[in-house]
């Protein structure tokens, strides 16, 4: 039986991520690791109205019959947490980060004095969502980052906590919001 505070944790941020415009309502995940267990959004989940029946528990050992029901992402949200310390995962289709995704060849290289500070660079990994080859260059891309961007499809943020997965989206999402006004501005200005 899934835990019923982490169930309201993974609702309380679910819908934290619409109400900021991180995302759309059925677009992104959520993950937190509970012993050999992830517990995650499944697919086609409306982020900002999640209830117990939204959420399903998968083994991190490996796909598992319960993967039928969880995120396409389940692949990428396993291998974080094979790979890496994390505890939470937070996905996001956030506008300006996949926005950025599609012009930066590499990496998005935070501006902003927190971000520069606090974020550091966003590794840009190029790989079809919910696949094995996703899941291998996330996992690769969180071993020295907090988060990445798939190009053309969003932001994984981790964590100690979905607290902190939180807010390491958001900052990669603000990051990349004064990143790509300040190169609106710049391309506008010499014309």
């Known amino acids: 039986m899934i835990d019923v505070i982490m169930c309201k944790e993974i609702s309380r941020f679910g819908r934290k991520a619409v109400l900021s415009g991180l995302t759309s309502s059925r677009f992104g995940n959520i993950s937190a690791l509970r012993g050999n267990k992830i517990v ?3 697919s086609g989940s409306m982020l900002d ?3 117990r029946t939204q ?3 998968v083994d991190l050992s490996g796909p598992c019959p319960q993967d039928a029901t969880a995120s396409t992402e ?5 291998a974080v947490y094979q790979g890496t310390a994390a505890q939470s995962v937070i996905h996001t289709h956030s506008p300006y980060a996949v926005a950025l995704s599609l012009i ?3 990496q998005v290289e935070p501006i902003d004095s927190e971000g520069h500070h ?3 660079s966003l590794p840009v990994v190029d790989a079809e969502f919910g696949t094995s080859d996703l899941a291998a260059k996330v996992s690769v891309a969180l071993q020295s980052h907090n988060a990445c961007i798939a190009r053309g499809h969003g932001v994984f943020a981790q964590g100690q906590s979905l607290a902190e997965a939180y807010t390491t989206a958001s900052m990669a999402e603000h990051s990349s919001q004064v990143r790509y006004l300040v190169k609106v501005y710049a391309m506008g200005s010499k014309g």
């Open 49 to 51: 109205e999640l209830d």
């Open 104 to 106: 930066e060849p590499e």
């Open 55 to 57: 959420v399903v528990e």
């Open 74 to 78: 389940t692949c990428v949200h396993r």
């Open 118 to 120: 606090f974020l550091g």
């Open 40 to 42: 995650i959004t499944k």
